[in-house]
């Protein structure tokens, strides 16, 4: 029987790193492209090792910029990025975690009905109402600005929805006795609820970033100046239709660039992410 399950264990890690192989190759064969030089790559002769210009390439993206349709540096796009993907979670977690604290812990007329109207926004996804938006946003004067990349997007039925059926689990006896110590709703919502939600915020923060991050439509309408692009509208426009005009070693260098903060967010919250997924589950 030992040997039975060492032989199943055998198998199973083979095929495991068979499939992690097959994910991981794509990856680094963009990584091999970006330390080589453009005629490598556009000739086909690209070799499956890393090349010699690693840190010309990374340099020069990073802080120069590419001489076709667009110059900005990555550095500056991934500071856009960066700065629109956290503004995306943290507003939606703060107007999450407080829509679904007032809906479960108060009484107020019509609460039920603010709820559904909140979810039947799942429906309504920004494609469908970007023309909207996009009038608001410029009315307000917020074209080509951080709040207008980021303020359209932060409202969320989702998050809503996922704290509410946490809230939901909380026992009664908790708030009973917060009363009886004579804790007002704020320090219920600070000393209590809070500090329970810890994983289910993880977990949204982790799903709100990459979302913020990868974002190409409504960033692509409302900027105009270079200086306000982000790392993923970059990517699209170092990509010309002609392959002798795409800088394909500094397009494969801001492609994995870009993988990296996403990635990095989830290496260092994957316990707390994976725990608030299964908790919200239950």
Known sequence: ????????????????????????????????????????????QLPLYPGPHFFENYYRILFVGTSGSTREPVASMMFNSFVMAMTIALGKIFISVLSAYAIVYYRFPFRMAAFWIIFVTLMLPVEVRIFPTFKV?????????????????????????????????????????????????????????????????????????IYGWNQYLWPLLITTKDSMQTIVIGIRKMITTSDALTEWQMAMATAMLAMLPPVLVVIAMQRLFVKGLVETEK
């Open 137 to 209: 946003v410029s009315d307000l004067g917020m074209l080509d600005s951080y709040q207008g990349l980021a303020v359209p997007l932060i409202a969320s039925a989702t998050g809503t929805l996922l704290f509410r059926q946490f809230f939901m689990t909380i026992p009664d006896e908790l708030l009973e006795a917060s009363k009886i110590d004579g804790a007002g709703p704020f320090k219920f919502f600070k000393d209590t609820v809070l500090p329970l939600s810890l994983t289910t915020i993880a977990a949204l923060f982790v799903i709100q970033f």
């Open 1 to 44: 029987m030992v040997e039975d399950r060492r032989l199943g264990d055998a198998i199973a890690y083979v095929i495991l790193t068979i499939g992690v192989l097959i994910c991981a190759f794509p990856v680094w064969l963009t990584f091999v492209a970006s330390t080589w030089d453009n005629a490598t790559i556009i000739n086909g």
